[in-house]
């Protein structure tokens, strides 16, 4: 008879660990993370993470997932930037683990835990460009790029999902950029000078400390009734050249040139209003303080 409760984090790198770490502060929780190369160990769950090695575009590697899973976090990311490459590990990757997990635990006894929850790891991306109006989860998306219109296509296929499954609480979190140690290549550039902005309030940005992020993503999958989605992001969206601008005194850096924001990133004011109702409270509500924390231990 299983007691333990088994979560399964696909795509384990360092926000995934860092979510095991939390879950595992509950000793009834089991986790196993799930890479193509999963490192020797960690030091953040002490060994207590298992892991094990997959690929989420390949099914047939799938055959070894642990049986019993009860909840899901998919924070999976590709390789590389492309559309093939997007659409093979986040549609197509949610797809054939979800699918693996459901027949395992439909051909297991009633005993057995069916799957319960999943929180798939999004992306703002999905919104596109907005200028400087307030976005929440009842914007609708807008994508500027492949990127985001396949992670739009994995919402809804995860919607259906859900759906069609009884019993099932999916939920999608549309994180902003993350930020946190080990991330410093907003830094660097700013050291070296190779950072340029828009002047004024022209193009806003969102961000979230990574503590934040797993912290949130394990907030949503313990919440009795979750919504279907949420966005991940600290309490002050910032225009760019300010957000830039107090980075670069932190590091004694010149004020980042004038220049067009990446072709890429479109401008927007992210509201996290719905994640702060469900009870989650942020450390870093402002990435200028937790850029200085993470500065000053550096």
Known sequence: MMTNKKVLITGCGDLGV??????LQDHDVECWGLRRHPPAGDALTHGRLKWISADVSDAGSLANLPEGIADLVYCAAPGERSEDAYSAVYLHGLQNVVREITIRSESKSRSAFKLNRIVFVSSTAVYGDHGDAWIDESTPTAPKAFNGRILVETEQWLDAYAA??????ATSARLSGIYGPGRNHLIEKLRHGQA????????????????DAAAAIVHILNLPQPAPLYLVTDSTPLPMRTLYDELARLVGAPS????????SVGSKRL??????????????PDCRIGHAALLAKS
């Open 18 to 23: 860092k979510v095991a770490a939390l879950l």
């Open 164 to 169: 069609a499954h009884t019993g099932v609480k």
């Open 196 to 211: 340029t902005a828009p002047e004024g309030l022209t193009h806003w940005v969102n961000r979230i400390h990574i503590d």
């Open 256 to 263: 980042p040139a004038i220049g067009p924001a990446p072709a």
């Open 271 to 284: 509201s996290n209003q719905r994640l702060i109702d469900s009870g989650f409270t942020f450390k870093w």
